[in-house]
């Protein structure tokens, strides 16, 4: 089993960084270059085994519409993967260039309710320029994530299936039966279970008291692929107010993670609102009991 990184936007704001931009992490990409290694390397000090780069908000759309011109846009998205390599250096650790929902590039809190209004079709269109630089960036793997919508999940792995780097796709759940737009996380089962190309499937940035029956959910579909769980503290991201609220729900992370390992978890982490010092406990909790 393989422990994943926590929280780069929470940690880099822990770190005094202001990411109430629309560009969010892929800000501090461009200003302050030295601090989003930093905080790879944190996580790599607590034990992760894998740090996921700081792509995820980081589209051509999303930095063009900014003012940047098309090279300086994909330079952005390279750099968030070369200081992610830097982390690394010589280490064995693995690198993975994140790919977040269209709804990411809205910068509204839409990646929590799928409720874009774009086709399979209009969604592989939006993925593909980044998608396809990503795949020559020098990351391992491709991190889909976050995503809200069977439509999305279809698109990605649809973009899979052409050939890339392995990877995973991720996605975000209001509860412990439904995606965020509300389709049973059995039809996600189906999806991967039917692609060759997808090499794992998630569910990251919910509710850590929902990962459980999700996870059995899928099995129970016969869902056979490895599983990466990275959750969130339990908060709610308000997307008016731009803030997360509500209360945590990592009191017991370990013994939660220990679960999630029992039900075929390959690759378990943290999500928004997560930091080092819960890598470093799934680290200390989850490779003793190994």
């Given at each position: 089993m393989a422990i994943l990184d926590g929280g780069l936007a929470?940690?880099?704001?822990?770190?005094?960084?202001?990411?109430d931009h629309p560009?969010?992490?892929?800000?501090?990409?461009?200003?302050?270059?030295?601090?989003?290694?930093?905080?790879?390397?944190?996580?790599?000090?607590?034990?992760?085994?894998?740090v996921i780069a700081a792509t995820y908000q980081a589209t051509p759309q999303g930095l063009m519409a900014l003012g940047l011109e098309a090279s300086r846009a994909e330079a952005v998205m390279l750099q968030a993967v070369r200081l992610a390599l830097r982390a690394r250096g010589d280490g064995a650790a693995a690198v993975?260039?994140?790919?977040?929902?269209?709804?990411?590039?809205?910068?509204?809190?839409?990646?929590?309710?799928?409720?874009?209004?774009?086709?399979?079709?209009?969604l592989v269109a939006f993925h593909r320029p980044r998608w396809e630089l990503l795949c020559g960036s020098g990351a391992d793997l491709l991190a889909c994530e976050t995503v809200p919508s069977l439509r999305e999940v279809r698109a990605l792995a649809s973009l899979f299936a052409e050939g890339a780097l392995p990877g995973w796709i991720s996605v975000s759940c209001r509860d412990?039966?439904?995606?965020?737009?509300?389709?049973?996380?059995?039809e996600v089962a189906r999806v991967v279970q039917a692609s060759d190309a997808v090499w794992a499937w998630g569910i990251n940035c919910t509710a850590p008291r929902h990962v459980t029956p999700l996870l059995r959910?899928?099995?129970?579909?016969?869902l056979t692929a490895p599983a990466v769980v990275y959750p969130n503290?339990?908060?709610?991201?308000?997307?008016?107010?731009?803030?997360?609220?509500?209360?945590?729900?990592?009191?017991?992370?370990?013994?939660?993670?220990s679960e999630w390992k029992a039900l075929?978890?390959?690759?378990?982490?943290g999500c928004c609102r997560t930091g080092p010092d819960h890598v470093a406990a799934l680290t200390r909790g989850l490779r003793d009991v190994s």
């Open positions: 929470t940690q880099l704001e822990a770190d005094g960084h202001d990411l560009l969010w992490s892929a800000r501090v990409v461009m200003e302050a270059p030295d601090a989003v290694v930093a905080v790879h390397e944190r996580y790599l000090q607590a034990g992760a085994d894998c993975a260039a994140s790919v977040g929902p269209y709804g990411a590039t809205l910068a509204d809190g839409s990646e929590f309710r799928g409720d874009d209004g774009l086709s399979v079709d209009e412990g039966a439904h995606l965020s737009d509300g389709t049973p996380i059995e959910r899928c099995r129970q579909a016969g503290s339990g908060e709610r991201f308000d997307g008016d107010r731009r803030c997360w609220v509500g209360e945590p729900d990592v009191h017991d992370f370990v013994a939660q993670a075929g978890a390959a690759v378990i982490g």
